[in-house]
C-alpha cells in the first residue's frame, strides 16, 4: 500500500543544508493503523508531508498503490492526491465560512460529484464520527473535539487509499484525545481504511497495531530496522 524507499531530507537555512531525515525505508500494507512516533524536532511531520505529496524529498521513492509519488509531475500529483490521499491536520482546518456538511463534502466539489450523492456521502460520514445532528451548524459553534471529527469526515469522502494524520488530538484535552483515536480505531476496523498517525505520546502510539519511531531523522524501530549510525552534521545533500 504504501512504501517508503531510503528517503532523505536536507531543508537550506541561510547557505547551509540540515539534513532532517536519513534514509527512512518502510512499508506500511493495505488497512494497517501504524503510528509514527518521536519527539519534536524528530522529523515526522517532514515524513508525513513528504509521504502525502506535499513536498518532494531530497533523495528516496514512496509509492503508494504502487504509484511513485516523487516521479509524478505536478498535475498528476495534485490529481493522484485528490483522490487517493487524504491528511487530517492537527489544527483541523476547517473552512469557517461554510457548514459543517459542506466542509466534509469540499473534497466531492473539485471531484464534481452530482450535489445529493455528495449530501447523502457528507450524513453518512458524519454519523459514523457521532455528530449526525451537527450537519447545518458552522464550525466556530463546535468544540475541538467535534471540530476535529469533522474533519475526519472530510479526510474519508473521497474514500483515500491513506489518511495521514499529523497529530490529530494535539489541540485537545486527554478525555477528548480518547474519543478522537478510538474514532480513528473504529474507522480503520470498519472501512479497512489505512491511517498513519503521528503521535508524540507513547500511549496513543500503543493503541495502534504498529509503531515507528524517529529520532534525529532516524527511523529507530519498525521493519527495516538496521543499526542506525550516530546522527552526524552533514554538508549538502
Ligand atoms: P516534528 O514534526 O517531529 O516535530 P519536523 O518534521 O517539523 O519535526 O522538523 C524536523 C526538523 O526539520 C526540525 O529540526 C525543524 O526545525 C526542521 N524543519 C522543518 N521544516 C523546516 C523548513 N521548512 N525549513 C527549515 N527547517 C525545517
Ligand atoms: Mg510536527
Known amino acids: 500500500m504504501l512504501r517508503v524507499e531510503k528517503i532523505t531530507h536536507s531543508f537550506k537555512t541561510g547557505n547551509e543544508w540540515t539534513k532532517v531525515l536519513h534514509e527512512i525505508s518502510f512499508a506500511v500494507k493495505q488497512g494497517e493503523m501504524v503510528a509514527l512516533l518521536g519527539s519534536s524536532g524528530s522529523g515526522k511531520s517532514t515524513l508525513l508531508n513528504l509521504m502525502a505529496g506535499l513536498m518532494k524529498p531530497t533523495d528516496g521513492h514512496i509509492f503508494i498503490a504502487d504509484h ?14 485528490r483522490k487517493n490521499i487524504g491528511f487530517i491536520f492537527q489544527a483541523y482546518e476547517l473552512i469557517t465560512s461554510l457548514t459543517v456538511r459542506e466542509n466534509v463534502e469540499l ?3 473539485f ?10 456521502k457528507a450524513l453518512a460520514l458524519l454519523e459514523q464520527v457521532g455528530l449526525p445532528d451537527k450537519a447545518d451548524l458552522f464550525p ?28 490529530p488530538t494535539g489541540n485537545l484535552d486527554s478525555k477528548t484525545e480518547e474519543e478522537i483515536i478510538s474514532i480513528l480505531l473504529k474507522l480503520n476496523q470498519t472501512m479497512k481504511t489505512t491511517f498513519i498517525v503521528v503521535t508524540h505520546e507513547q500511549e496513543v502510539a500503543e493503541q495502534m497495531q504498529r509503531t515507528f519511531s524517529l529520532r534525529d531523522g532516524y527511523l529507530i524501530n519498525g521493519q527495516h530496522t538496521d543499526v542506525q549510525p550516530a546522527p552526524t552534521e552533514e554538508e549538502s545533500p
Open 68 to 81: 511513485d509519488i516523487v516521479l509524478m509531475g505536478e498535475n498528476k500529483l495534485a490529481e493522484f492526491r
Open 107 to 109: 473534497p466531492l466539489v
Open 111 to 120: 471531484q464534481s460529484v452530482s450535489p445529493s450523492i455528495r449530501k447523502q
Open 140 to 167: 466556530s459553534q463546535l468544540s475541538g473535539g467535534q471540530q476535529q471529527r469533522v474533519s475526519i469526515a472530510r479526510s474519508l469522502i473521497t474514500e483515500p487509499s491513506v489518511i495521514f494524520a499529523d497529530e
